[in-house]
């Protein structure tokens, strides 16, 4: 059985019994403030947890909100508010008890493992969604002893297989919804449009290739989000084998969905049901298929005249002077009137020469010259400003 | 010991290349952070190879200054395959301190070298005092805090979690979440995280709510300038003043360090620090090519003025750059030999920026090339011997910045 999560529908709570048919297990529940993009009220979350109980479904609160120093009292008094509302009834059982908390600031994690507070609720959950790419820092976080850990959609698959197998805490990854790809402190739309921005904003820039960037703002800050969704749910089964207690989230809050939209959405989820034609959002994979980001930028530089970490590596021509000199900058190694040095241009031209002789800028000659040192050689034909020197 | 009774706060510049540390420490930085050839977050700077970095550390050690390095990327598994080699080389050459985001990095460097110095870099962002305490269990020795955060946030941290704080004092400031921002990963292949950052967040936008369109930079932010808050630097405990910039050219990095030595010294000296002495250090601060300044988050939270609404790229120096000096001059000899970065020509107004006290301002009597023959107008790449009309020696020293027009 695959482990799916969403959010519960606060506005459509008769879809719950869709979601509940189609497999889906654990819902998140996303409180105003606390959580970064929520929109629930408290006495709604106190429902939500509610209706879940009864059906005996697993709960997740959200705070995912960063806290600022100044904010902390505010933030950590709110979670006080929502807890005492949940855990009003006291008779029963502690809602709390039945209840896990999403966390996003480590200092908030850190705070709450170690607390009276914390101890309140079934277990505390890590958000490492933005970096943690690595086994070593997954592998300590591990260690905090987290009730799961919320992945990095920039994992590719190879990638995402390789930390899964190195860690044991439940983890879980976006599998459907929408990428985010900014969050700022700063409200960024309602200065724009002059009025208090409830509603999604569109943007697009004559700069980025890329058009229909989704936009948020609320009382945590400005949120974007990349125009394509991210749909993995064709790849389920290949991700489902990779470890049986790796949760798949079905975030549909931002995918501009109707109602008949998302039960039509929900139902894909059920292994018979392939019928997605009502989905035309632009959709991809991100970058699950590969992730080469750290390769283009390098590609970009001019490998002609890169450094690299070269033992070699003499310096710069800083000045051609045609037919006289080249005048360089020696920022590695010395060399000699005998030594043989390897010219590459920008252009990628070699020429290796032996300087005939070595001066200063002043004309006086020299025998040697060392790191640090501006000096001239004879005039090499193809040497411009900025190619670089190699000892041979 | 300084009238105000209080440890001076370091002030740390950042250096983009070896001849940039060399110019943040003659202009009175007391320590430079800059980046290896690999794990750093600007990969289009040029960065130091192993050797560059040893020299680096050297020049400074001699001159009792500190060299912090960052490896503030987030790192994929992969990455780690010779990061042994580099640590142990950096602990080595005694490099003071390495910066580090990700807590991965962290448990490795601390496996691999217990005895290094860890910083953790702002791109973490540590934001409160429980986030400063959980580092402090994973052996970092100082915070670079969140750009989100102000001075009293940062005493506040100081007091509750007894961790060594730094904070950012001028430059330019992401808008998002420093190591939130994944525009570039997702719109132009290049992980912003690993050094490939596109600034997207400075393109100017069609806003449209559906209602109205609307056209904007509106996630470009301003620069921070922090000139009027040293004081509270000293007062708030904050041990380090960090200047943005490791991308940023030799002017930048000459004004910024000089300006902020001086409010340092004078406040540290005098324990106050003068309206028009403030006013000429500001001055010296916007007199390059920069965005508009605001005060960060340091006073108050960044509010909607803090969008700088035209395009970042666009704009020209006033007093540009003419060339920076190759070879300073002497009682004999009183022409300086100057790597020309710009065009100019006998008769123009030059000026140095010195690096303490006033600048060396004067015409151009004379220009030269190296063979003595006289240069009407000079071409930028090239080295040129200068003569001033100012007949009083002044000493005129490598790496002093010149620059067009009167100081």
Same mark, same amino acid.
């Given at each position: 059985?695959?482990?799916?999560?969403?959010?519960?529908?606060?506005?459509?709570?008769?879809?719950?019994?869709?979601?509940?048919?189609?497999?889906?297990?654990?819902?998140?529940?996303?409180?105003?403030?606390?959580?970064?993009?929520?929109?629930?009220?408290?006495?709604?979350?106190?429902?939500?947890?509610?209706?879940?109980?009864?059906?005996?479904?697993?709960?997740?609160?959200?705070?995912?909100?960063?806290?600022?120093?100044?904010?902390?009292?505010?933030?950590?008094?709110?979670?006080d508010d929502l807890i005492q509302l949940?855990?009003?009834?006291?008779?029963?059982?502690?809602?709390?008890?039945?209840?896990?908390?999403?966390?996003?600031?480590?200092?908030?994690?850190?705070?709450?493992?170690?607390?009276?507070?914390?101890?309140?609720?079934?277990?505390?959950?890590?958000?490492?969604?933005?970096?943690?790419?690595?086994?070593?820092?997954?592998?300590?976080?591990?260690?905090?002893?987290?009730?799961?850990?919320?992945?990095?959609?920039?994992?590719?698959?190879?990638?995402?297989?390789?930390?899964?197998?190195?860690?044991?805490?439940?983890?879980?990854?976006?599998?459907?919804?929408?990428?985010?790809?900014?969050?700022?402190?700063?409200?960024?739309?309602?200065?724009?449009?002059?009025?208090?921005?409830?509603?999604?904003?569109?943007?697009?820039?004559?700069?980025?290739?890329?058009?229909?960037?989704?936009?948020?703002?609320?009382?945590?800050?400005?949120?974007?989000?990349?125009?394509?969704?991210?749909?993995?749910?064709?790849?389920?089964?290949?991700?489902?084998?990779?470890?049986?207690?790796?949760?798949?989230?079905?975030?549909?809050?931002?995918?501009?969905?109707?109602?008949?939209?998302?039960?039509?959405?929900?139902?894909?989820?059920?292994?018979?049901?392939?019928?997605?034609?009502?989905?035309?959002?632009?959709?991809?994979?991100?970058?699950?298929?590969?992730?080469?980001?750290?390769?283009?930028?390098?590609?970009?530089?001019?490998?002609?005249?890169?450094?690299?970490?070269?033992?070699?590596?003499?310096?710069?021509?800083?000045?051609?002077?045609?037919?006289?000199?080249?005048?360089?900058?020696?920022?590695?190694?010395?060399?000699?009137?005998?030594?043989?040095?390897?010219?590459?241009?920008?252009?990628?031209?070699?020429?290796?020469?032996?300087?005939r002789w070595i001066k200063k800028a002043?004309?006086?000659?020299?025998?040697?010259?060392?790191?640090?040192?501006?000096?001239?050689?004879?005039?090499?034909?193809?040497?411009?400003?900025?190619?670089?020197?190699?000892?041979? | 010991?300084? $009238?105000? !009774?209080?440890?001076?706060?370091? /002030?740390?510049?950042?250096? %983009?290349?070896? =001849?940039? &540390?060399? +110019?943040a420490f003659l202009y009175g930085a007391?320590?430079?952070?800059?980046?290896?050839?690999?794990?750093?977050?600007?990969?289009?700077?040029?960065?130091?190879?192993?050797?560059?970095?040893?020299?680096?550390?050297?020049?400074?050690?001699?001159?009792?200054?500190?060299?912090?390095?960052?490896?503030?990327?987030?790192?994929?598994?992969?990455?780690?395959?010779?990061?042994?080699?580099?640590?142990?080389?950096?602990?080595?050459?005694?490099?003071?301190?390495?910066?580090?985001?990700?807590?991965?990095?962290?448990?490795?460097?601390?496996?691999?070298?217990?005895?290094?110095?860890?910083?953790?870099?702002?791109?973490?962002?540590?934001?409160?005092?429980?986030?400063?305490?959980?580092?402090? $269990?994973? !052996?970092?020795?100082?915070?670079? /805090?969140?750009?989100?955060? %102000?001075?009293? =946030?940062? &005493?506040? +941290?100081?007091?509750?979690?007894?961790?060594?704080?730094?904070?950012?004092?001028?430059?330019?400031?992401?808008?998002?979440?420093?190591?939130?921002?994944?525009?570039?990963?997702?719109?132009?292949?290049?992980?912003?995280?690993?050094?490939?950052?596109?600034?997207?967040?400075?393109?100017?936008?069609?806003?449209?709510?559906?209602?109205?369109?609307?056209?904007?930079?509106?996630?470009?932010?301003?620069?921070?300038?922090?000139?009027?808050?040293?004081?509270?630097?000293?007062?708030?405990?904050?041990?380090?003043?960090?200047?943005?910039?490791?991308?940023?050219?030799?002017?930048?990095?000459?004004?910024?360090?000089?300006?902020?030595?001086?409010?340092?010294?004078?406040?540290?000296?005098?324990?106050?620090?003068?309206?028009?002495?403030?006013?000429?250090?500001?001055?010296?601060?916007?007199?390059?090519?920069?965005?508009?300044?605001?005060?960060?988050?340091?006073?108050?939270?960044?509010?909607?003025?803090?969008?700088?609404?035209?395009?970042?790229?666009?704009?020209?120096?006033?007093?540009?750059?003419?060339?920076?000096?190759?070879?300073?001059?002497?009682?004999?000899?009183?022409?300086?030999?100057?790597?020309?970065?710009?065009?100019?020509?006998?008769?123009?107004?030059?000026?140095?920026?010195?690096?303490?006290?006033?600048?060396?301002?004067?015409?151009?009597?004379?220009?030269?090339?190296?063979?003595?023959?006289?240069?009407?107008?000079?071409?930028?790449?090239?080295?040129?011997?200068?003569?001033?009309?100012?007949?009083?020696?002044?000493?005129?020293?490598?790496?002093?910045?010149?620059?067009?027009?009167?100081?």
């Amino acid at each position: 059985m695959k482990n799916f999560v969403t959010y519960y529908p606060t506005e459509n709570p008769h879809l719950l019994s869709s979601f509940i048919e189609a497999g889906f297990k654990t819902y998140l529940l996303s409180p105003k403030i606390l959580s970064r993009l929520g929109e629930s009220s408290f006495e709604e979350v106190l429902l939500a947890c509610q209706d879940l109980r009864k059906r005996n479904q697993m709960i997740v609160i959200e705070f995912d909100a960063f806290v600022r120093e100044g904010d902390w009292d505010v933030y950590l008094n709110l979670l006080d508010d929502l807890i005492q509302l949940l855990n009003k009834n006291k008779e029963e059982d502690l809602l709390t008890r039945d209840c896990f908390l999403r966390v996003h600031d480590l200092g908030v994690f850190s705070y709450l493992k170690g607390s009276k507070k914390g101890d309140l609720f079934k277990g505390i959950e890590l958000v490492l969604d933005h970096g943690n790419h690595n086994s070593v820092g997954l592998g300590k976080y591990e260690e905090l002893s987290p009730s799961k850990i919320v992945l990095s959609s920039q994992l590719s698959s190879h990638k995402l297989e390789n930390v899964l197998s190195q860690i044991e805490v439940e983890s879980e990854i976006l599998l459907w919804g929408k990428i985010l790809l900014f969050y700022t402190p700063r409200n960024l739309l309602s200065y724009q449009f002059q009025k208090k921005m409830d509603k999604t904003v569109e943007a697009k820039s004559e700069e980025s290739p890329h058009k229909g960037f989704l936009l948020r703002e609320n009382e945590n800050g400005t949120f974007m989000f990349y125009p394509k969704d991210l749909f993995l749910l064709p790849l389920l089964d290949q991700l489902s084998q990779m470890k049986e207690n790796l949760s798949f989230r079905f975030d549909y809050r931002f995918l501009n969905f109707s109602e008949d939209d998302l039960r039509a959405a929900v139902s894909l989820f059920k292994e018979e049901e392939t019928d997605d034609s009502f989905y035309k959002n632009e959709h991809s994979f991100g970058l699950f298929r590969a992730n080469k980001t750290d390769v283009l930028f390098k590609k970009l530089k001019n490998k002609k005249t890169l450094r690299n970490q070269r033992e070699d590596f003499v310096g710069e021509v800083i000045e051609a002077h045609q037919g006289k000199h080249l005048a360089i900058r020696l920022m590695n190694q010395s060399f000699t009137k005998k030594d043989q040095l390897l010219f590459i241009s920008p252009q990628g031209k070699e020429v290796t020469i032996n300087p005939r002789w070595i001066k200063k800028a002043s004309l006086e000659e020299k025998e040697e010259a060392h790191t640090g040192d501006l000096v001239l050689i004879p005039f090499v034909k193809g040497m411009t400003v900025k190619s670089v020197i190699f000892k041979v | 010991m300084s $009238k105000t !009774n209080i440890k001076k706060p370091e /002030l740390l510049a950042p250096a %983009g290349d070896l =001849e940039r &540390l060399k +110019i943040a420490f003659l202009y009175g930085a007391d320590a430079v952070y800059l980046g290896g050839q690999s794990y750093g977050l600007r990969s289009a700077a040029k960065n130091f190879t192993s050797f560059e970095l040893e020299m680096g550390l050297l020049y400074a050690h001699e001159r009792g200054k500190k060299v912090y390095v960052t490896i503030n990327s987030f790192f994929h598994d992969e990455d780690f395959e010779h990061f042994d080699d580099y640590i142990l080389f950096l602990h080595q050459i005694k490099v003071d301190a390495v910066i580090v985001s990700d807590l991965g990095v962290l448990v490795k460097i601390h496996e691999i070298c217990p005895e290094m110095e860890i910083h953790l870099s702002t791109q973490a962002s540590c934001l409160n005092h429980q986030s400063a305490l959980f580092w402090k $269990k994973m !052996n970092v020795t100082r915070i670079v /805090l969140g750009r989100e955060l %102000g001075l009293a =946030e940062g &005493l506040s +941290i100081a007091e509750k979690s007894g961790v060594e704080l730094e904070m950012f004092c001028h430059g330019s400031m992401c808008m998002a979440y420093s190591g939130h921002c994944t525009i570039s990963n997702y719109t132009a292949g290049r992980d912003s995280n690993r050094g490939g950052c596109a600034h997207s967040c400075r393109f100017e936008y069609t806003l449209n709510d559906g209602q109205e369109e609307k056209k904007s930079f509106f996630m470009n932010s301003k620069d921070m300038l922090g000139a009027a808050y040293v004081e509270d630097f000293f007062k708030y405990g904050i041990a380090s003043m960090k200047i943005e910039g490791r991308m940023k050219g030799p002017l930048y990095v000459a004004s910024v360090t000089k300006a902020y030595r001086e409010l340092i010294d004078e406040y540290a000296e005098k324990g106050e620090i003068k309206a028009d002495f403030l006013e000429e250090r500001i001055h010296l601060l916007t007199g390059f090519v920069h965005r508009d300044y605001f005060d960060g988050n340091l006073s108050q939270r960044a509010k909607s003025d803090s969008v700088y609404e035209k395009n970042s790229s666009s704009e020209q120096e006033s007093n540009p750059v003419l060339g920076l000096v190759a070879e300073g001059n002497n009682e004999n000899d009183k022409r300086f030999l100057l790597e020309v970065k710009g065009k100019f020509s006998v008769g123009d107004d030059i000026y140095l920026v010195n690096s303490k006290g006033r600048d060396i301002s004067s015409s151009i009597e004379k220009i030269e090339d190296c063979y003595g023959n006289t240069i009407e107008i000079t071409k930028p790449s090239t080295l040129v011997y200068i003569s001033l009309s100012e007949k009083k020696t002044n000493l005129v020293m490598p790496l002093m910045v010149a620059r067009r027009g009167a100081s």
